[in-house]
């Protein structure tokens, strides 16, 4: 059984002081029993000062990294250089980086085999506009992200999926729990045609869009959806313990 993920991405928000603030509001508020894996992004400067306060009950990311792993790359920051100060993983592919930033699948691909080498976790992000999904072309824009970056030459053992369609990112606007369902399952037998059916099944696939913690235990509860990224709500204590305890739910079957 695939065990649920919530990760937090903060975005370019809060300060250190409110970050620290917010990681101890989270710790406090968790259940003793919480069986699910948890990870917060915040912005790069904030991943080293942070590592100290988590615990161990938290994974700290950083929300992009380089492909390169040193070298005259003025403000870039390397996968290796994260792996030094002790950060876990990195989100790879986010819509913000696609669609403000400009990051295309040939420098993702490069992001995502770099990250890995480097010895971090991935999280791999996904997902289609509005205007491509009112086109039919849900599945089409999948289909380019997943194989355009992804093949047998990267291997998804510390990789996880994240299904963040972009008009539902910020927006309040949530993918209803069979909207996540149709497109998590696609990717997944994307994977299963890419990497076999065993590798498919163990693949973690999360949700991503105004997830909340009135929302979460619903989304959580399709059977290929094994976790949330969340932006908005995550920059509240009390929001993501609630999404938290949502995954519980979800994955408890409760
Ligand atoms: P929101 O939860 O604010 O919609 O953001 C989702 C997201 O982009 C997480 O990476």
């Not at 250190?16 to 400067?45: H, R």
């Not at 194989?147 to 996880?160: A, N, Y």
């Not at 539902?168 to 990717?187: C, D, F, L, V």
């Not at 094994?226 to 938290?244: H, N, P, Q, R, Y």
Request: charged share 20%; hydrophobic share 40%; with cysteine.
């Amino acid at each position: 059984m695939r065990r649920k993920y919530v990760a937090g991405n903060w975005k370019m928000n809060l300060t250190l002081s409110e970050g620290k603030a917010l990681i101890e509001g989270v710790l406090a508020g968790l259940p003793g029993d919480c069986a699910v894996d948890l990870a917060v992004f915040p912005p790069f400067v904030y991943v080293h000062p942070l590592l100290g306060f988590l615990k161990g009950k938290l994974e700290i990311g950083a929300q992009n990294c380089y492909f390169e792993p040193s070298g005259a790359f003025t403000g870039e920051v390397s996968p290796v250089m994260l792996r030094d100060v002790g950060c876990h993983s990195v989100i790879i592919g986010h819509s913000e980086r696609r669609h403000i930033l400009g990051e295309t699948n040939g420098v993702l691909k490069k992001k995502v085999v770099a990250a890995l080498e480097a010895g971090l976790k991935v999280i791999y992000c996904v997902g289609e506009k509005l205007d491509e999904r009112e086109a039919g072309r849900t599945e089409a824009v999948l289909h380019g992200q997943i194989h355009e970056v992804l093949g047998p030459d990267v291997s998804l053992e510390r990789v996880t999926i994240a299904y963040e369609p972009v008009w539902a990112i910020g927006t309040g606007k949530t993918a209803t729990g069979a909207q996540a369902q149709e497109a998590h399952a696609y990717i997944r037998r994307e994977i299963g045609k890419l990497y076999g059916p065993g590798v498919a099944e163990s693949l973690r696939i999360q949700y991503g869009g105004s997830v909340k913690a009135s929302n979460a235990r619903e989304l959580m509860s399709q059977p290929d959806v094994d976790g949330a990224l969340v932006g908005g709500a995550s920059l509240k204590a009390d929001e993501f313990v609630g999404i938290i305890k949502g995954a519980m739910a979800a994955q408890s079957g409760r």
